[in-house]
């Protein structure tokens, strides 16, 4: 089967792009993509699409994702995280656990962010971290986030670790910098684990190991989204295949499909008729 969903659990110290590509070579499959980068330090679910889901890839990276964070107080870096540069130390500091959960709390809800320059984001035709490389000065951009949830979860000695669900484009190393500003501390992110993302979770990850020894599930469509199965006859299939808007009286998402084969996936709103056409050939 060429179109999969799969659910796995990164490992720590291995960038996104290279558990794609590791995936690509095990699975025999060169068209293959990932929903949401994790960074070398982070580790948890990163949901890759196969074959034909790749067309999904924007609508599961834009699912809101959850993670658990440890912030290493008295210490500041250039990338914002343990594998950086140290710029500043200061251990002396005084805050407690009720200061922590308050400032946590102030967090919820809409918040501008600033795009950390150690990241992937384009700006004038090169990557932010290119510029960090170079040691070039550049305007770092700013983008409006939703912190659903967050509480802390233990703090002990110079740690702190905390459990956050977030909107797709959150830097959780710019929130803990921001947090940590609130608390006038220095602090930088030392782990991060991404537990979930939309439905999947990591209890329900696979390391590539796993994959190697074919020791998995793979999902389809059917598994992850409410959806109507519709089997394509010849008229239907025509259109289908063309992309033409379709009028039918339905709402959400209907799935076409052909000896069993997905060929197509759309999404209704009654009265109005095709909204999206997420899938096709």
Known sequence: ?????????????????????????????????????????????????????????????SLEKEYIATIK??????????????????????????QIVQVLNSFIGEKEQIVPIYSAVHIHGKRLYEYARENKQVELPKRIVYIKEIELLNYQDDLIKFRVVVSKGTYIRSLIKDICDTLNVLGTMDELVRTKQGLFTIENAYNLKNISDNEYQSLKLEDVLDLKMVALDKDLEKKVLNGNKLELNYDGYILFKKDDIDVALYYFEKNIGTLKILMNN
């Open 73 to 98: 107080l008295g210490i500041k870096t250039d990338t914002l995280d343990i594998t950086g540069s140290v710029l500043e130390e200061n251990y002396n500091y005084e805050i407690n656990k009720e």
């Open 1 to 61: 089967m060429l179109n999969k969903i799969l659910v796995i659990n990164k490992d720590k110290g291995v960038t996104s792009r290279e558990v794609v590509n590791k995936l690509s070579k095990i699975l025999g499959i060169k068209k293959i993509g990932h929903t949401g980068t994790l960074d070398p330090i982070a580790t948890g679910v990163l949901v890759c699409l196969t074959g034909k889901y790749t067309k999904l890839v924007d609508m599961i990276t």
